[in-house]
Structure formats: C-alpha cells, structure tokens
C-alpha cells in the first residue's frame, strides 16, 4: 500500500509516529505521508467517507464496532444528543395527535 501512495504522489510531508528499527521504537518525526499510511487509515476513511451514505448499523458491522457510542468516536463525529430530544417531542406530539379528548 505504501508503494501504490507514493506512486499516486501521496508524499506531503506530515507530522507521525514511525517504527525505528534500531530501537524498536516509534519516534514522532516528519515523514512523507505515503510513509506513514496503513490498511488501518483506509478502513477509517471508508467508515468516515461513507457515513450518513450507508446506515450506521451496516457500517458498524464492516468496522467491527458494537456499541454506536464507540463508532461514533472511532469516526471523529460526536454523538447528537439533539436528535434523542427531537425523537421524543415528535413521539409526544404522534401521542397527543392519536388521542381523542
């Protein structure tokens, strides 16, 4: 994967961890960005490219996460508690309408 990011010009240089050899050790540096790409960085980015496109159930499922609190933070978006509210009152105004006074 490393070799295909270079030959796509990925090579920035960015800030990350790599393994030294020597020490066996990461050391933080300035590296090119294909350098410090893993299979792991693509299957966040599907989860986080793919959010909100596919349900959050089925893409739990792909990533392995079983709690949604859990993915929600994996993905870097943070949990709506707005929307537990919204779900609510709009169940208490179905209510209100399905009763006849």
């Known amino acids: 994967m490393k070799e295909l990011?270079?030959?796509?010009?990925?090579?920035?240089?960015?800030?990350?961890?790599?393994?030294?050899?020597?020490?066996k050790r990461?050391?933080?540096?300035?590296?090119?960005?294909?350098e410090l790409l893993s299979s792991h960085d693509l299957r966040r980015s599907f989860a986080t490219n793919f959010f909100g496109?596919?349900?959050t159930p089925v893409l739990m499922q792909m990533t392995g996460?079983?709690?949604?609190?859990?993915?929600l933070n994996y993905i870097g978006v943070g949990e709506n508690k707005d929307i537990y509210a919204n779900n609510f009152m709009e169940?208490?105004?179905?209510?209100?309408a399905s009763k006849t006074y």
Not at 28 to 34: E, N, T
Not at 91 to 96: D, G, T, V, Y
């Open 5 to 23: 990011c270079q030959m796509a010009g990925i090579d920035q240089l960015v800030k990350g961890y790599k393994l030294n050899v020597a020490t």
């Open 26 to 34: 990461k050391e933080l540096g300035i590296h090119p960005k294909y």
């Open 53 to 55: 496109k596919i349900e």
């Open 65 to 71: 996460h079983s709690r949604e609190s859990t993915f």
């Open 91 to 96: 169940s208490l105004l179905e209510l209100k």
